[in-house]
């Protein structure tokens, strides 16, 4: 009788056990972190920029020994700026990936997409770029922001113009997502409060190119200055378009437009742009020091607003697990206890709605950069 | 000549079969850990959903004339506490460990600890069906019966809502709406039947027409089993926002709750027509907030909406929303002794609304709040979901499923 099994075969299921079995020990030793943003499309620049901030704040938790002995993996998913599909992600990032935190998205309509689906999941969100004040006033319990929202930018802005500009009448030109509709309304009640007029305020949808239409409406009411609450690429187009019609005037904007992005488009013309700017790199001392070094290294160009605030964001996640890891509590306990942090992005803290509790600075654009500058 | 086994030695020292198979193994296990491309590593999203753009003729049939407003009551037999053993106790339950109260008022006639409620249905043959973060349960006999895709029970999870049209349950969930005359056969519906989205999240059965909330629009199920669908770009505009948090029928009018406001449908009109919608918002209204968490018609007629920012009732007759008047609402929140603004769910009971939040149930009588917390029986205090059979208040946490008698509250 002859043997059905000898030397080789045996050697062979060594192998194969052993794969199995480091492939599970592998799998089981991950902590793993939903990415909802858009990778692709025109809202990308914000997406990428904050999955570069992520993946520099992944590889130093992992490279400090991971969370609790845990190797953090994060699972990106693209939503290309669309809220169906950011949604989708969510049910697929919770549901089938089983993450234990999402962050994202980045436009605001997105977000509060994602946020319904993880508050009644249980699974805590923490978004670092979307600002519409509702994602944190609609008492949710899983929801965290750790970015200033509109209502301290339109607040900061509106302040300036108004005191420093003397700028007496404000025309708005807004997208009509669920973030430059609130950006514009905020600023709106903002600047009506310090005594500055409103004499029109048009939306536009995403994705147009021609504002010129809009931009003689607004022209003929002769307003001494315009703000701009949209996303990088048609602000960038706005602003160009208004200064090719001869507008003078100066411009104001939200963090949409803080990015190389708007910059890049817009060209000259946004030349003294004053846009929010909630990462002064200039604040932070040395960890704020080192991380912009790092991130020059690993991609070669230089981090902005959204890459910082995704950096912080995943290590305030990463100190949320700990923390829960050590007291035994959940990790949406632990992340709402963060009541004070020291960021790349500065100082910052949240406060009981989950919100981001520091004020925010202003920019203006000189010679092709942002220029930090006093509020 | 015998056929060798492909695993057996070869006489000659050499077995190419084997070890050929060996290193195909290998490399399939090596690629599967190791080899995956960063890009690799991201899921893939489902397909996108299908093309809603073909113009909407059809209406849904109108009520009977003088019919009155389908009432879930009037139509499900009493499911009597006391009728069957409750699942837990309350003397069980209050001894089931240290973390929980040692005793529990007599108005709770059923707990049944559960995985996070969505939703709940006390069905027309008497069993109560319970939509869950993991799946679906069933309450019968005294039994409660969990049946998820971890066994088999039922292909989805989570469940996000219910409804009984008389003849077959409809389970609505992130993956298509499932209908089932057994609870044990499940028949599942998705875009490519005709849903708005695969992502339901609300269910409301008229009495003659399904309606169904998604993540992009409303569907609803005409009798012949066709869905036709309403989307923010069908209705051009009318709908004001993708996705939809709550469905109520209301005569002629279709309440929709989505995250820009109260979108009302006049279904004697087709939805492409702009005309045929008016939705009420925060900004020109004093309604408390423009997400809409849940919506409920009293049989008097009256429209209540929960909000993140609190328990709103319309006060203005819809006729005359369509005219111009401005909608009023009636509010209750922080200010008004509710333990949150946040409300999550409404049920109106005869004179009474009884509210869920996340920090209690509530009972409001004549303006006035009573607040009903874990110190009070429930089994967490996050009030997601409310149902009502007569006589008894079904009640969802995240704890679990509990039944109020309401005559024994009362006394």
């Given at each position: 009788?002859k043997?059905?099994?000898g030397?080789p075969q045996?050697?062979?299921?060594l192998v194969?056990g052993s794969?199995?079995?480091?492939?599970?020990g592998t799998?089981?030793?991950t902590?793993?972190?939903?990415?909802?943003?858009p990778l692709?499309?025109?809202?990308a620049?914000?997406?990428?920029a904050?999955?570069?901030?992520l993946?520099?704040a992944?590889?130093a938790?992992?490279?400090a020994?991971?969370?609790?002995g845990?190797t953090v993996e994060?699972?990106?998913?693209?939503?290309?700026?669309?809220?169906?599909?950011?949604?989708e992600?969510?049910r697929?990032?919770?549901?089938r990936?089983?993450?234990a935190l999402?962050?994202?998205?980045?436009?605001?309509?997105?977000t509060?997409?994602v946020?319904?689906?993880?508050?009644r999941a249980?699974?805590?969100l923490?978004?670092?770029?979307?600002?519409?004040?509702?994602?944190?006033?609609?008492g949710?319990?899983?929801?965290?922001?750790?970015?200033?929202?509109?209502?301290?930018q339109?607040?900061?802005?509106?302040?300036?113009a108004?005191r420093r500009?003397?700028?007496?009448?404000?025309a708005?030109?807004?997208?009509?997502?669920?973030?430059?509709s609130?950006?514009a309304?905020?600023?709106?009640?903002?600047?009506?409060?310090?005594?500055q007029?409103?004499p029109?305020s048009v939306?536009?949808?995403?994705?147009?190119?021609n504002?010129s239409?809009l931009l003689?409406?607004?022209?003929q009411?002769?307003?001494?200055?315009?703000l701009?609450?949209?996303?990088?690429?048609?602000?960038a187009l706005?602003?160009?378009?208004?200064?090719e019609?001869?507008?003078?005037?100066p411009?104001l904007?939200?963090?949409g437009?803080?990015?190389?992005?708007?910059?890049d488009l817009?060209?000259?013309?946004?030349?003294?742009?004053?846009?929010t700017?909630?990462?002064?790199?200039?604040?932070g001392?040395e960890?704020t020091?080192?991380?912009l070094e790092?991130y020059?290294r690993a991609y070669g160009?230089?981090?902005?607003s959204?890459?910082a605030?995704?950096?912080?964001?995943l290590?305030l996640?990463?100190?949320?697990f700990?923390t829960?890891?050590?007291r035994?509590?959940p990790?949406?306990?632990?992340?709402?206890?963060?009541?004070?942090?020291?960021?790349?992005?500065?100082?910052?803290g949240?406060?009981?709605?989950g919100?981001?509790?520091r004020?925010v600075e202003?920019?203006?654009?000189?010679?092709?950069?942002f220029?930090?500058?006093e509020s | 000549m015998?056929?060798?086994?492909?695993l057996?030695r070869d006489?000659?020292g050499?077995?190419?079969?084997?070890w050929a198979?060996?290193?195909?193994v290998?490399t399939?296990?090596?690629?599967?850990?190791?080899g995956?491309?960063e890009?690799?590593?991201t899921?893939?999203?489902l397909?996108p959903?299908?093309?809603?753009?073909?113009p909407?003729?059809m209406?849904?049939?109108?009520?009977?004339?003088?019919a009155p407003?389908?009432?879930?009551e009037?139509?499900?037999?009493v499911?009597?506490?006391g009728?069957?053993?409750p699942?837990?106790?309350?003397a069980?339950f209050a001894?089931t460990?240290p973390?929980?109260?040692?005793?529990i008022?007599a108005w709770?006639q059923v707990v049944?600890p559960?995985?996070?409620v969505r939703a709940?249905?006390?069905?027309?043959d008497?069993?109560v069906?319970?939509?869950?973060?993991?799946?679906l349960?069933?309450i019968a006999?005294?039994?409660?019966?969990?049946?998820t895709?971890?066994?088999g029970?039922?292909?989805?999870?989570?469940?996000t809502s219910?409804?009984h049209?008389?003849?077959?349950l409809?389970i609505?969930?992130y993956?298509?709406?499932f209908?089932?005359t057994?609870?044990?056969?499940f028949?599942?519906?998705t875009?490519?039947d005709?849903l708005?989205?695969?992502?339901?999240?609300t269910l409301a059965?008229?009495?003659?027409i399904?309606?169904?909330g998604?993540?992009n629009g409303?569907?609803?199920?005409?009798p012949?089993?066709?869905?036709e669908?309403?989307?923010?770009?069908i209705?051009?505009?009318?709908?004001a926002?993708l996705?939809?948090?709550?469905?109520?029928?209301?005569?002629?009018?279709?309440l929709c709750?989505?995250d820009?406001?109260l979108?009302?449908?006049?279904?004697?009109?087709?939805a492409?027509?702009?005309?045929?919608?008016?939705?009420?918002d925060?900004?020109?209204?004093?309604?408390?907030h423009?997400?809409i968490?849940?919506?409920?018609?009293?049989?008097a007629?009256a429209?209540?909406?929960a909000?993140p920012?609190?328990?709103c009732r319309?006060?203005?007759?819809?006729?005359?929303?369509f005219?111009g008047?401005r909608?009023e609402w009636?509010?209750?929140?922080?200010?008004?002794?509710?333990p949150?603004?946040?409300v999550d769910?409404?049920?109106?009971?005869?004179?009474?609304?009884w509210?869920g939040?996340p920090?209690?149930l509530?009972?409001?009588r004549?303006?006035?709040?009573?607040v009903?917390?874990?110190?009070?029986?429930l089994?967490?205090?996050d009030?997601?979901?409310?149902?009502?059979?007569?006589?008894?208040?079904?009640?969802?946490?995240?704890?679990g499923?509990?039944?109020?008698?309401l005559?024994?509250?009362?006394?």
């Open positions: 009788m043997h059905v099994f030397f045996l050697v062979a299921l194969i794969l199995i079995w480091a492939g599970l799998g089981g030793n902590l793993k972190i939903g990415v909802i943003a692709s499309g025109s809202t620049v914000y997406g990428l904050m999955r570069n901030g993946n520099l992944a590889t938790i992992n490279a020994g991971g969370i609790g845990r994060l699972v990106y998913l693209d939503e290309s700026n669309d809220k169906l599909v950011a949604a992600a969510t697929e990032l919770i549901y990936q089983n993450v999402v962050i994202g998205a980045v436009s605001s309509d997105a509060m997409n946020q319904r689906i993880c508050e249980r699974v805590p923490l978004t670092s770029v979307s600002t519409n004040p509702f994602i944190t006033r609609v949710f319990r899983y929801t965290f922001r750790c970015l200033s929202d509109d209502t301290v339109a607040e900061s802005l509106a302040r300036t108004v500009l003397n700028l007496r009448r404000v708005i030109i807004h997208d009509s997502n669920k973030y430059g609130m950006g309304r905020v600023y709106a009640e903002k600047a009506a409060a310090l005594g007029a409103i029109v939306a536009f949808d995403s994705g147009m190119t504002f239409p003689e409406s607004i022209r009411q002769n307003p001494d200055g315009l701009v609450w949209g996303l990088a690429r048609e602000s706005i602003v160009r378009q208004a200064r019609l001869g507008m003078r005037m411009i904007g939200g963090d437009m803080a990015t190389t992005g708007f910059l817009a060209g000259p013309a946004a030349e003294g742009a004053l846009v700017m909630p990462f002064n790199p200039t604040r001392g960890v020091r080192r991380f790092d020059q160009t230089e981090a902005d959204f890459a605030h995704g950096y912080d964001a290590q996640a990463a100190t949320a700990r829960a890891g050590e035994g509590i990790v949406r306990e632990a992340l709402a206890g963060i009541s004070a942090y020291q960021g790349v992005t500065g100082p910052g949240l406060d009981a709605t919100n981001e509790t004020p202003l920019s203006v654009v000189k010679a092709g950069r220029v930090p500058t | 015998t056929p060798k086994h492909p057996a006489p000659n050499s077995n190419l079969a084997f198979g060996l290193i195909l290998f399939l296990l090596y690629s599967m850990r190791f995956r491309p890009q690799a590593a899921p893939q999203l397909p959903v299908a093309n809603t753009s073909q909407i003729v209406t849904p049939p109108p009520l009977p004339p003088n407003i389908p009432r879930s009037e139509r499900i037999p499911v009597t506490p009728d069957k053993p699942v837990v106790t309350p069980q001894g460990g973390s929980v109260m040692r005793s008022p709770w049944a559960l995985p996070a709940i249905l006390p069905a027309p008497g069993q069906w319970v939509a869950t973060e993991d799946g349960a069933r006999a005294g039994q409660v019966t969990q049946m895709p971890r066994d029970g039922f292909p989805a999870r989570p469940a219910l409804a049209d008389g003849a077959a409809w609505g969930s993956e298509g709406l209908r089932t057994d609870g044990r056969r028949e599942r519906f875009a490519a005709g708005a989205h695969d992502m339901v999240w059965w008229d009495g003659a399904l309606w169904i998604t993540q409303i569907s609803f199920r005409l012949d089993g066709r869905f669908t309403v989307t923010k770009r209705s051009n505009g009318g709908l926002d996705w939809i948090g709550a469905v109520a029928r209301l005569g002629f009018w279709a709750g989505n820009d406001g979108s009302i449908w006049d279904t004697r009109q087709p492409a027509n702009p005309t045929a919608w008016h939705t009420i925060m900004f020109a209204t004093n309604l408390a423009n997400w968490l849940s919506l409920a018609v009293s049989k007629g429209v209540w909406a909000t920012a609190g328990l319309l006060r203005t007759p819809i006729e005359q929303l005219t008047t909608a009636e509010v209750f929140n922080r200010s008004r002794s509710m949150t603004d946040r769910a409404v049920v109106p009971v005869g004179e009474d609304v509210a939040c920090e209690g509530v009972r409001i004549g303006g006035l709040t009573r009903l917390t874990p110190a009070d029986g089994l967490a205090s009030v997601t979901s409310l149902a009502l059979s007569s006589g008894t208040l079904w009640v969802g946490t995240s704890g499923v509990q039944a109020l008698a005559d024994a509250f009362d006394r």
